[in-house]
């Protein structure tokens, strides 16, 4: 137990933990830069992590459905180096957190930012992956948007981050986690994928966060310590998404690690040395 009592006002201290260097208090850029513009009409910035490879993910799905107009430029943004806090950057996404695109097939440069809104701007642009209904769709995409930072910022960083172990914050976390992997686990028992029997965009936001943990991906240890392997139907739906070739290559860009890693994407020629 801590006897810590919060103070009535709140100063900042030393940050501890692995992004203890990139953590602060107040928005704004913290040095000048450009950010690279390539040759697409899609030119995005961002990193691997589930956030990001939802966007890479849909973009490599429009492009196989024959959608040529997202062809596009992904340009890595190295989060523990502060790249998110250049000028550049900022002005695209003021809340300086990855993925940010910036849709240049129009009069004027449109940004987007916050990974669902990406999502839902792409796939709008293209009429795809809406699913059979797009209200339904949308509700998981929220469901998602809503629920990921329990699994993330919560039982992510408690679990794997934070630099002493909690057992408080875990338990939490944990609970909740679960109560989301079984909400997951039993709506994918009434359908092929989680807004229906059509993969949507539903499925590409939720399957970097859950689907990587049930996948043993995410967080070291963290699908054995969730017993993912007892949720059936939801591991089933994450082997199946996993095996399209689109999530394959979606996954490898912006990549810091992992078996398949493409830093910067600017041609599905890209992919030829890496046989995707």
Do not use: C
């Not at 830069?33 to 009409?41: N, R, T």
């Not at 997202?70 to 180096?81: C, L, P, S, T, V």
């Amino acid at each position: 137990m801590s006897d810590y009592q919060p103070p009535k006002v709140w100063t900042p201290k030393p940050a501890e933990g692995r992004f203890a260097a990139i953590n602060r208090p107040v928005a704004g850029a913290t040095h000048d830069e450009e950010l690279p513009v390539g040759e697409h009409p899609l030119q995005l910035y961002s990193l691997g992590t589930p956030n990001g490879q939802k966007v890479t993910i849909l973009l490599e799905e429009l492009l196989a459905a024959g959608h040529s107009g997202a062809e596009y430029d992904a340009w890595f943004i190295d989060i523990m180096e502060g790249n998110q806090f250049s000028s550049g950057f900022v002005d695209i996404n003021p809340n300086s957190k990855i993925p940010a695109l910036v849709d240049r097939s129009g009069g004027e440069p449109v940004r987007v930012f916050e990974s669902g809104a990406i999502l839902l701007h792409l796939a709008e642009k293209f009429g795809a992956f809406l699913g059979t209904s797009r209200a339904e769709t949308l509700s998981w995409l929220f469901w998602q948007m809503g629920s990921a930072p329990i699994l993330g910022g919560g039982f992510g960083h408690f679990f794997a981050y934070a630099p002493s172990k909690i057992e408080y914050a875990i338990d939490r976390y944990t609970m909740e986690a679960k109560r989301q992997l079984s909400v997951l686990d039993q709506k994918l028992a009434t359908s092929e994928y989680v807004a229906g029997d059509e993969y949507s965009i539903a499925d590409i936001a939720i399957w970097p966060w859950y689907g990587g943990v049930a996948l043993g991906r995410t967080y070291e240890g963290a699908g054995e310590f969730l017993d993912a392997g007892s949720y059936k139907n939801l591991m089933r739906w994450a082997e199946q998404v996993d095996a399209r070739p689109a999530v394959k290559r979606g996954r490898g860009v912006n990549a810091a690690r992992g078996e398949v890693i493409l830093r910067e994407r600017h041609s599905a020629a890209d992919f030829d040395a890496l046989g995707l």
